[in-house]
């Protein structure tokens, strides 16, 4: 529901802003704007003369100003990307056998699929997201390995046992899988 209601809001926001660029595009060009409009002609502009000279004197000013609205632009983007971002998958549609299906909580997935992991040899921490939609689903996990672990063979173990048993016990035809190791810290072994 939140992602609804963000969308919507993005969507009303950005149509008010097309159509306030749009009201100042047909100001500028000579088009009739609505009567409440503050700019109305071809010769109007966004700061006058003495706007602009109220601060001429102020060398910080038009610097912050800058930065400001260079910070906006950053934060926005950074925002409008993070909408696009896929999201963690909510429920996994499970084919039941009967034509019907059946949906699976995501995070019970996630859950069996990080103790499978976190279970196998030279493991020591397992995170497991998935995403995608219901039908189209990919598992993205995280593995911090021990420092004597191997991790092609890890890599090998966690492909057939885990994500295979996970794959195969919810019924799917696949699941994709993005894998990143990482290693523990340890102290160095002192030898005498």
Same mark, same amino acid.
């Given at each position: 529901?939140? #992602?609804?209601?963000? #969308?919507? =809001? ?17 100001? %500028? &060009? ?23 000279? #109220? ?8 610097p912050?100003?800058?930065a ?6 950053l934060?926005?983007?950074w ?19 009967? %034509?019907?299906?059946?949906?699976? #909580? ?7 699929? &990080? ?11 397992? +995170? ?7 039908s ?9 390995l ?5 991790? %092609?063979?890890?890599?090998? +173990? =966690? &492909? ?19 894998v ?13």
């Amino acid at each position: 529901m939140l #992602r609804v209601v963000n #969308r919507v =809001l993005v969507g009303l926001a950005g149509l008010g802003l097309v159509c306030a660029g749009g009201a100042v595009l047909a100001a %500028g &060009t000579g088009l009739p704007v609505p009567s409440w409009w503050p700019w109305d002609g071809r010769d109007d502009v966004l700061l006058s003369d003495a706007d602009r000279a #109220r601060w001429r004197d102020e060398g910080w000013w038009w610097p912050v100003v800058i930065a400001v609205l260079a910070v906006v632009v950053l934060l926005t983007l950074w925002w409008l990307l993070a909408q696009l971002r896929r999201a963690r998958l909510a429920e996994v549609l499970v084919d039941s056998g009967d %034509g019907e299906g059946a949906l699976l #909580r995501a995070r019970a997935l996630e859950g069996v699929l &990080t103790g499978e992991a976190e279970a196998l040899d030279g493991v020591s921490r397992a +995170h497991v997201r998935l995403t995608g939609r219901r039908s189209t689903r990919e598992a993205r996990v995280s593995l911090l390995l021990e420092p004597y672990a191997a991790p %092609g063979e890890t890599l090998s +173990h =966690l &492909t057939d046992e885990a994500i295979g048993h996970a794959r195969d016990s919810a019924g799917l035809a696949s699941l994709p899988a993005e894998v990143r190791m990482g290693a523990t810290k340890h102290k160095a072994r002192r030898v005498s």
